[in-house]
């Protein structure tokens, strides 16, 4: 009896299944509609090209093809970082000045780790954690990631809601009742989102559209701060390099606004997205550069001057006054405190563009997590109709409007809290990733800069690690009631 060829090996050799397992999992995103592979190559053999470029010519090319990283901006910028801010600025003037930056860098550091893993490897992270650092992270990492984008929805709709009401009456539409207000945010948020995996070129028009969000972002905030001035370049210089954590002031804990600024820079969402948004792209070895400069350009810089600027614009403005509400304050009270400097119109429509960008993008990119997270756990295609149904699990948050309509800006700082616990094993199932030599092989970081990097990791995880176990130690059972 002749025995089976090379072809007709029985799949219940172990190493044989190994090997098709590990097939399946390199195989990249699972796309309806995947990049062109002649577009692709075209890409990569620019990329290589600008290798050799002026660190000018090539950056300005990486501008043009960057992406991925503004989709972090978009999904950063939103209420959890608008509250964060205003109230730090508002409560504790330039004090806090240090915290956005610093939690930037620190998700910069890992997101850099989490780019160059997807990309040397081109294995898709859920199932590369699954395998290389263990499943319970993996499992936790994709469920906190879920939970985050459903959590984290409702003080979305509550602030976007709540300035898309005033920008109403200043328009002359008069009170919309809050209902109505979720619906048309809502309509919008299926909308845009429906662009991304519809097709190659649909997925550069929705990053095209959110780093023209992005940028609108700083653009108003920056207006307001040109208006209103630095009242103290003394103190906003302590501000950005004393690190020091302030007590209670306005029934507000120092402490609770540097968690919440922690959580809002990076969260276990985004940092789902992240791996994922580049896979969609067709991103690969030859990315990784330009990954890199688009984490810098396109997340870090933003986010790191849209934070600021509303701080010190909070800080000038509501702060100086003394008349600042604590956590009542309301959304339309924001923006009118803000206009007072630049006129009672002209105030309310800056603010109200600003803050209403900030949470539509992250709407919108909440609902991208949701399909995503969904698609690998089930194996469903992205762009598929499985898929398109998947993004609408975070909608229960529309409700938010008619539940916290009374603090509007103050419920994503709870928020921000709650969904920074779910943080810690992703960065914990990274960490096993990046010195995994099953996992990297040739391509795991090394030497001194390899140590230096893995460390700046180490500290990220720490940092989050430390500051989330001294506020349940400091505020004790009962942190969420007073939070919230």
Not at 125 to 153: E, K, N, Q, T
Not at 399 to 426: E, Q, R, Y
Request: proline content about 6%; aromatic content about 10%; charged content about 15%.
């Amino acid at each position: 009896m002749v025995g089976p060829g090379p072809h007709q090996l029985p799949m219940t050799d172990p190493k044989i299944r190994e090997r098709s397992d590990l097939d399946e999992v390199r195989r990249g995103l699972r796309m309806a509609r995947p990049p062109d592979p002649a577009e692709l190559a075209a890409e990569i053999a620019r990329l290589e090209a600008l290798d050799a470029a002026p660190p000018l010519r090539r950056w300005a090319a990486f501008t043009r093809l960057s992406g991925p990283g503004y989709l972090q901006s978009a999904m950063t910028l939103g209420s959890g970082t608008a509250a964060s801010a205003l109230f730090a600025g508002a409560a504790f003037g330039y004090e806090l000045l240090w915290v956005a930056p610093t939690a930037m860098l620190l998700g910069v550091i890992m997101l850099s780790a989490v780019g160059h893993q997807t990309l040397s490897t081109g294995i898709r992270p859920f199932d590369a954690m699954r395998r290389f650092a263990g499943a319970p992270l993996a499992w936790a990492w994709a469920i906190g990631a879920l939970l985050a984008s459903v959590i984290w929805h409702f003080p979305q709709y509550a602030m976007a809601a709540g300035v898309l009401g005033d920008l109403g009456e200043l328009a002359g539409i008069g009170t919309v009742p809050p209902a109505v207000l979720a619906g048309v945010i809502l309509a919008w948020a299926i909308a845009l989102s429906s662009l991304y995996g519809s097709s190659p070129r649909l997925v550069r028009t929705y990053e095209r559209l959110i780093k023209l969000m992005v940028w609108g972002i700083v653009l108003c905030f920056g207006a307001v701060v040109w208006r209103t001035g630095i009242h103290d370049w003394g103190a906003l210089a302590r501000g950005l390099i004393r690190f020091r954590i302030p007590g209670e002031r306005h029934g507000i804990a120092g402490l609770t606004l540097v968690i919440s600024g922690l959580a809002a820079a990076v969260g276990v969402n985004m940092v789902f997205l992240y791996p994922y948004s580049l896979l969609a792209r067709g991103w690969g070895r030859a990315h990784r550069r330009l990954a890199r400069f688009d984490l810098i350009a396109g997340m870090l810089l933003p986010y790191t001057l849209a934070a600021s600027l509303m701080l010190i614009a909070a800080a000038n403005t509501i702060h100086a006054s003394g008349d600042f509400a604590g956590t009542r304050l309301s959304p339309v009270e924001a923006a009118q405190i803000l206009g007072g400097e630049l006129g009672p119109t002209t105030g309310r429509l800056i603010f109200g563009l600003g803050v209403l960008g900030m949470a539509l993008s992250s709407i919108t990119l909440h609902m991208l997590v949701a399909g995503f997270v969904a698609s690998e756990v089930f194996g469903w295609t992205v762009g598929s109709r499985r898929y398109r149904l998947a993004t609408l699990i975070p909608i229960p948050g529309a409700l938010g409007p008619i539940f916290w309509s009374k603090i509007a800006v103050w419920v994503a700082v709870p928020t921000n809290v709650i969904c920074g616990f779910l943080l810690p094993a992703a960065y914990i199932g990274f960490l096993r990733l990046q010195r995994s030599r099953a996992y990297l092989g040739a391509d795991r970081p090394k030497g001194v800069f390899g140590n230096a990097w893995f460390g700046g990791m180490l500290l990220s995880t720490l940092i989050l690690m430390v500051f989330l176990g001294w506020y349940l130690l400091t505020e004790g059972p009962g942190w969420l009631d007073r939070i919230g």
